[in-house]
């Protein structure tokens, strides 16, 4: 018995419930009543074949593929739980674009390639699975894939105020760690975190001594003075003896050293501070906590004509002191150091750019994002595969316009997260740019959230940030979902600009195929060249040297 295949088109309200997270139910094929002695095959399901939605044509066409039925389902995978309340997304390939796609009996659109990308309800708590059938009429193919589903949340924890801190059995000091990984390195820092959340964090000094108030799970609460209590892993600290007290910290009168690349401000002081550095459009605020100053404060001081800074103010409070920068631009760039016995804060100077040709001359650290891990798209596109040859475009078309060019990976081996932005640092790059693709969490809609944006942490990174975003949006074609300021391992070094690319979503079908073509790489690494030509661009015109 032949069986027909049967297609119709979705109409507008159709588009409109695929947004919004629903699509129309699977109509059951009648079977017909069979013949004496004579055996009826399954009859092919009747699935509706819906477009693809939104078709963007700023992307190259999907291949079409026609290859045999063989469902493939990248995310989730067998067993795996679903950290969402209701609804989900799923996706991976079926070999033929030509194929109808039902999942739990909802129709999906299948791309040309035979990517097929679904934003389904959760299945009921009795039957987690999605059951998945494929069709082109004269052939079917069927998948049944057990998931686990998302417990009740438990009752909310509450994170304790400063004051309400569970107690140590008294108050001990601990030295902090840092990673092993960076034992000799400036890079090498602990990273603190605000009781009450938000994206505000402290990178401090292996070997500070800090006093611990409490202790949860695995986190210890440090009260850096009496203004401030922050937390750390438990892991980076280690305790000290329960009778020792530590000296009280006091700094001296600073000094100033000028170089052609930097000014250092010299802070003596009896043993290594907490800080926090803050910024301003044009200025930079180092606070010591814990720590008082000479008796009476330094004047304003004036760096010399040719020094990046105009002037340096100290204020001594109760418990910290205070030095605040006045630059002549921007600020670009700083690192706090300690060396013999003082805290060098080091300023950094702003290359000389030609505005002509404002890449020539630069040093570029250009960052292929992952391994390890990194996203997949639905045909099996994984993101270090892809991000790689993006990287070496940006690369060439550098190195064209007189860049020299650090690469953090050239093969597909990987590399550690934190050794990226430091490979940069120690070769003094004047920007850091990290190439990522995009994916979203458990219970997020991909077809609402996909487009490009880009990440930065330092506020000294903020208009290269936007700089990339704006050039990279046009050359993609893709949404613009905006600048992000997030705490990432890659964007927080502080001697260069830093950012992180989310330039293309590549869990979409339709952005995972062009991704796989050399005409799309390039267009990626356009954006990203384009966006650093106009940062350096601006910048010159800000700075004086």
Not at 12 to 38: D, K
Not at 64 to 88: C, F, M, R, W
Not at 105 to 111: C, E, L, Q, S
Not at 352 to 364: F, N, Y
Request: glycine fraction near 8%; charge should be positive; aromatic fraction near 8%.
């Amino acid at each position: 018995m032949m069986t027909t295949r049967i297609k119709f088109l979705a109409s507008a309200s159709f588009l409109v419930a695929i947004a919004a997270g629903c699509a129309p139910r699977v109509a059951s094929a009648p079977v017909p009543a069979p013949g004496p002695g004579i055996p009826v095959p399954e009859p092919a399901p009747v699935i509706a074949k819906v477009p693809v939605p939104n078709v963007n044509p700023a992307l190259p066409p999907v291949p079409h593929e026609t290859g045999p039925l063989a469902i493939k389902v990248v995310y989730p995978s067998a067993g795996a739980l679903i950290q969402s309340k209701d609804s989900n997304f799923v996706f991976g390939s079926v070999g033929n674009g030509d194929a109808a796609l039902a999942i739990n009996g909802i129709a999906t659109p299948v791309w040309p390639n035979g990517a097929f990308m679904a934003w389904l309800p959760n299945p009921p708590a009795g039957l987690p699975r999605y059951d998945i059938v494929a069709t082109t009429g004269e052939e079917t193919a069927r998948l049944s894939l057990p998931i686990k589903l998302q417990p009740a949340a438990p009752p909310a924890v509450i994170v304790p105020a400063p004051d309400t801190i569970p107690p140590l059995a008294l108050p001990r000091f601990a030295s902090l760690i840092g990673p092993p990984a960076y034992a000799s390195d400036t890079d090498r820092v602990i990273t603190g975190y605000s009781l009450t959340g938000g994206i505000q964090r402290w990178f401090l000094m292996p070997n500070t001594v800090v006093k611990v108030t409490g202790a949860k799970g695995n986190d210890l609460y440090l009260q850096l003075d009496s203004t401030q209590t922050i937390r750390i892993d438990k892991g980076d600290a280690r305790l000290l003896d329960s009778a020792f007290v530590p000296t009280a910290r006091k700094a001296s009168a600073f000094t100033i050293k000028e170089n052609s690349q930097y000014t250092d401000i010299v802070i003596p002081i009896t043993d290594k501070p907490a800080f926090i550095v803050d910024q301003g459009p044009s200025s930079i605020t180092l606070t010591l906590y814990g720590t008082s100053g000479p008796p009476r404060s330094q004047p304003i001081v004036k760096a010399a004509a040719a020094s990046y800074i105009r002037t340096i103010t100290a204020l001594s409070g109760a418990t910290q002191m205070h030095y605040t920068l006045d630059l002549k631009g921007p600020v670009y760039g700083y690192l706090p150091l300690w060396e013999n016995g003082s805290l060098t804060f080091r300023v950094r100077l702003p290359p000389k750019i030609d505005v002509a040709s404002p890449l020539l001359g630069l040093t570029i650290a250009v960052d292929p994002g992952h391994p390890p891990i990194g996203a997949t798209g639905p045909t099996g596109l994984w993101e270090p595969v892809a991000t790689l040859p993006v990287g070496f475009k940006v690369q060439e078309l550098l190195q064209a316009k007189g860049v020299k060019v650090i690469m953090t990976r050239t093969t597909p081996s990987p590399v550690d997260l934190n050794l990226r932005p430091t490979i940069g640092r120690r070769e003094n790059a004047n920007a850091f740019v990290s190439i990522h693709l995009n994916a979203v969490p458990d219970g997020q809609n991909p077809f609402r959230a996909q487009g490009t944006a880009t990440y930065h942490y330092h506020i000294h990174a903020a208009a290269l940030a936007d700089s990339v975003q704006r050039t990279a949006v046009a050359h993609l074609g893709l949404r613009d979902i905006g600048v992000k300021r997030e705490n990432f391992a890659v964007v927080r070094g502080t001697w260069m600009p830093s950012i992180l690319v989310e330039g293309v979503f590549i869990i979409m079908p339709d952005q995972e195929a062009a991704l796989r073509t050399p005409e799309y790489q390039l267009q990626y690494a356009q954006g990203i060249v384009e966006g650093l030509e106009n940062y350096f661009r601006g910048l010159a015109s800000q700075i004086q040297h």
